[in-house]
């Protein structure tokens, strides 16, 4: 009886092995990849404690998604058409609620919303190829 020596790779896949799709949000302007920080996040408005565990499913599938685009696909979705994708829209600092944050803002920013799910927001703005997500909008209802 003969056996057949199985030949098992003992090679490891790091993550940084292809740093050049790691790295793609360095690119400059809007060929950038997304890159989402909750640096800011207002949690005296909402906190992810609040979401259920759909929700926070659909904001993890929202992560996964948009760190492939790129700054200009995420603005190809934009308008008040079709709902389909982020839905890109942007919106006045004045809209959203008073708070020292929102004072702190550059008065010259530009804020936006990005749908998640039918119902969920988050709102954000852009610095380089970062988008900072500011406030978290589980009902859609910040800015009524």
């Not at 060929?31 to 909750?38: C, D, M, P």
């Not at 008073?98 to 749908?115: A, G, M, W």
């Amino acid at each position: 009886m003969s056996y057949t020596a199985l030949k098992v790779s003992k090679e490891k896949n790091y993550i940084n092995t292809n740093a050049s799709v790691l790295d793609a949000w360095k690119r400059i302007g809007d060929a950038a990849n997304i890159f989402v920080s909750l640096r800011y996040v207002q949690h005296s408005w909402q906190c992810f404690s609040e979401w259920s565990k759909t929700e926070m499913a659909e904001f993890w599938g929202f992560l996964r998604k948009i760190h492939e685009y790129t700054w200009t696909m995420l603005f190809s979705q934009s308008g008040k058409g079709v709902k389909a994708g982020m839905g890109y829209t942007q919106v006045a600092i004045e809209n959203y609620p008073q708070s020292v944050f929102r004072d702190s803002l550059d008065p010259n920013i530009t804020l936006f919303e990005l749908r998640i799910s039918d119902k969920a927001r988050v709102h954000c703005f852009r610095h380089e190829s970062v988008c900072y997500i500011c406030w978290l909008d589980r009902n859609h209802d910040i800015l009524r």
